[in-house]
């Protein structure tokens, strides 16, 4: 397309998972969208997460999101493409002793309260359901509704919604800057629109100084194919400890089964480490904690391990809203673990905003006036 100088309604920036989603969302609202990509559609974060969609409550407004997040997954997954792969696999958050019992019937409770279908497994139940974990665990709790996708396959299919919808995809061209209603191009196109959304994940601050997400390294590693290894997304409630530290570097037992036979396995987390090389010591670290609660899983056939960077925030919760230095500037960033999750309650909540409508969850929790009041006060 010739993008010497456009006119749009909005124009987003980046073409993961979360602005494909806010393109089609926007599109569908009948506003004229142009999505810019530097590199392919679905590629970076979303190309190097896990694509588990679940129920988290670290907090009653990251529950919120993510619960309406998945009823939207749900209502979406019946127009899914089969390249999609999204599979209702369930989540089992493991338990290794009582005390980790305790937190699982705690977030079952806390799910049964807000109708989220959730059952508390014994040790034998776990071992019948799941015969490859390791003997000896306390037990279990099941999310039943929790799914699994293939993230950059979603990303491409809601952008070519979007497209057949009107919107414009600018493909392969990377962004000088983004201000003032106005994205300039790096081969020197000009896009211009009312409202400019920065959907670049880990890269935000890169063309907005200041906004409050830092780069989280993660491992990801694949096996060959090894179908109903394990059947469940596999997560041990200690994970909950790894996601919270926001200092040292970490390693969890969180292992996906893949509709291809596959098993992908992680999880770590890295601050301060920017460069996108396998760390061998914390990737050995993170097949050993596999290892610790599937022991098989050490003679399977590890095919291919990579990085990818979350785009974290201090409290977890992403960055969905105007920002104050520039009232044209939007933010849908700052997902961390939970892009794939979240990605289509953002879109919805981040339309919502765009065209004044109320949204179906509360928009203040995500609003990143939240750090620009903090700074201001001098927090």
């Given at each position: ?6 006119h ?37 974060a ?13 907090s ?6 993510t ?14 493409p ?45 071992a019948?359901?799941e ?7 306390a ?12 993230p ?5 299919h ?13 493909v392969?061209q ?25 959907a ?15 780069k ?37 037992f ?14 770590s ?25 599937l022991?098989?899983?050490?003679r399977?056939?590890?095919l291919r391990?990579?990085?990818g ?5 201090p ?25 794939i999750?979240?990605?289509?309650a ?30 201001d006060?001098?927090?």
């Amino acid at each position: 397309m010739n993008t010497s100088q456009q006119h749009f309604d909005v124009v987003i920036v980046g073409g993961g998972i979360v602005g494909s989603a806010c393109a089609l969302a926007a599109a569908r609202e009948g506003l004229r969208v142009a999505l810019v990509e530097r590199d392919i559609l679905g590629g970076g974060a979303t190309a190097a997460g896990m694509g588990h969609i679940l129920v988290m409550d670290d907090s009653e407004a990251q529950f919120l999101l993510t619960r309406r997040s998945q009823q939207l997954w749900q209502a979406l997954s019946r127009e899914l493409p089969a390249a999609a792969e999204y599979k209702t696999t369930g989540t089992l958050w493991v338990a290794a002793d009582e005390e980790e019992m305790e937190e699982a019937a705690r977030k079952h409770a806390y799910l049964q309260e807000r109708g989220v279908p959730s059952g508390l497994l014994s040790g034998r139940e776990l071992a019948e359901l799941e015969p490859n974990l390791r003997s000896g665990l306390a037990g279990a709790m099941l999310v039943a509704e929790d799914a699994v996708v293939y993230p950059p396959a979603v990303a491409l299919h809601l952008a070519r919604q979007a497209q057949a919808l009107g919107a414009t995809l600018v493909v392969g061209q990377a962004v000088a800057s983004m201000a003032d209603g106005l994205v300039a191009l790096e081969g020197g196109g000009e896009l211009h629109a009312p409202r400019l959304v920065n959907a670049t994940g880990a890269d935000a601050p890169s063309f907005i100084p200041g906004v409050n997400v830092r780069k989280r390294k993660g491992h990801l590693a694949i096996t060959d194919r090894y179908p109903g290894f394990v059947r469940h997304q596999l997560v041990e409630l200690g994970y909950l400890k790894s996601a919270h530290s926001v200092t040292a570097d970490s390693v969890a037992f969180n292992v996906q089964p893949r509709s291809t036979g596959q098993l992908l396995i992680g999880s770590s987390r890295q601050y301060g480490n920017e460069d996108s090389a396998v760390d061998q010591a914390l990737l050995t670290r993170m097949l050993q904690r596999a290892m610790a609660y599937l022991p098989g899983i050490e003679r399977l056939h590890v095919l291919r391990v990579w990085t990818g960077f979350r785009a974290a925030t201090p409290d977890k919760l992403p960055l969905i809203g105007p920002v104050s230095s520039d009232p044209t500037v939007w933010l849908a960033t700052g997902h961390e673990g939970l892009g794939i999750t979240t990605a289509l309650a953002t879109a919805e909540l981040l339309v919502a905003g765009l065209v004044g409508r109320p949204a179906a969850i509360p928009a203040d929790p995500f609003l990143p006036a939240r750090f620009e009041s903090n700074r201001d006060s001098g927090h």
